[in-house]
């Protein structure tokens, strides 16, 4: 099978397409043969041996699949060969199959392809879990969403007006607006042009809004904690800018607000039932239409380095996925 390897961590150009053999699951696992995967930042970071984990090498990228299950190991009892499912493997997602415990992928909806599924799974379930879990976002309530038109950043203005809330929309360019405005935000801010203090109080009314999600650090998030209302909650999603911020904590004190990290993987592991209940419901939305994916680009496996260059360039709107060829 083809599969991309990183055998030493280093530049996106180093990944190599190599013929691997085809694993058997074993205990608790299962082998999926994987039509497609979603490409994400993270994905870009642990490439370069930057990011909080850091995988034994060689190792195959990749964290998010569309796929049909192919075998399955002793003591798996949810899945059957021969279902589409989708879900995040922790590694290995860059290759036309993948061994992946069980607990990992889920049953996708029978109206979800497969490019769709590997899409998903990642974005949408980052922002289910930080808006729910971690921000405990109610109806009625103003969020704010910095890089809305990004992969997370576009689930979240989807689950933000799934739940209730009024979604500011907040990105560098109109095009990347446009993308966050047909996804359901109330209103925009071009952050590039805009003042967003100015901005996000004249929507307001000066009372600033209740929960920021931010993907993207940098100075955009000091931004944000300013025009927080009395006990905001700021979720830390992400450094997409490549810049860690640094928040004054005299104004997390003087708003009373809470900094809240938002780490789904572990989450996930942690609490599988609760993750596993944020997914019914995102797939309830899905099936009801609230929930529309923007794949904006599908490359084969062979171009991985274009895909994840996409990434770090900025120039993504929505989702990219590989596809691999193989089909259910």
Not at 59 to 81: D, K, R, S, Y
Request: charged share 20%.
């Amino acid at each position: 099978m083809r599969a991309v390897m990183c055998n030493a961590f280093g530049p996106l150009e180093d990944l190599v397409i190599e013929n691997r053999n085809v694993p058997q699951p074993g205990p608790g696992e299962v082998r999926i043969a994987i039509e497609a995967a979603g490409v994400n930042f993270p994905d870009t970071l642990m490439v370069e041996g930057k990011y909080q984990v850091k995988p034994a090498l060689p190792f195959t990228p990749g964290t998010e699949i569309g796929g049909v299950v192919e075998a399955i190991g002793e003591g798996v009892t949810h899945l059957a060969v021969g279902m589409p499912v989708t879900g995040m493997v922790g590694i290995g997602a860059f290759a036309e199959a993948a061994v992946v415990r069980a607990s990992r992928v889920m049953q996708r909806p029978a109206a979800m392809d497969a490019v769709t599924a590997a899409g998903f799974s990642m974005t949408y379930g980052t922002s289910m879990h930080a808006l729910s879990q971690r921000a405990d976002l109610r109806p009625g309530e103003v969020l704010l969403v910095l890089g809305a038109s990004g992969g997370v950043g576009l689930a979240a203005v989807e689950i933000g007006k799934a739940m209730g809330a009024t979604v500011i929309a907040a990105a560098s360019s109109a095009e990347k607006l446009e993308v966050a405005r047909k996804a359901g935000a109330d209103h925009l801010i071009n952050y590039d042009t805009e003042s967003l203090r100015d901005r996000v109080k004249a929507l307001t009314d000066g009372r600033g809004v209740d929960v920021v999600y931010d993907p993207v650090g940098g100075e955009r998030l000091e931004e944000a904690v300013r025009v927080t209302a009395w006990q905001g909650r700021i979720l830390v999603v992400g450094f997409a800018s490549g810049t860690i911020p640094r928040i004054p904590a005299n104004l997390l004190l003087l708003k009373g607000c809470a900094l809240v990290g938002v780490f789904f993987g572990t989450f996930a592991s942690v609490n599988p039932a609760a993750s596993q209940d944020n997914f019914r419901q995102l797939f309830a939305w899905f099936e009801e239409g609230k929930l529309k994916p923007l794949i904006s680009r599908t490359l084969d496996l062979a171009d991985t380095v274009e895909a994840l260059r996409l990434l770090t360039g900025r120039t993504a709107i929505g989702k990219i996925v590989l596809t691999t060829g193989r089909t259910a």
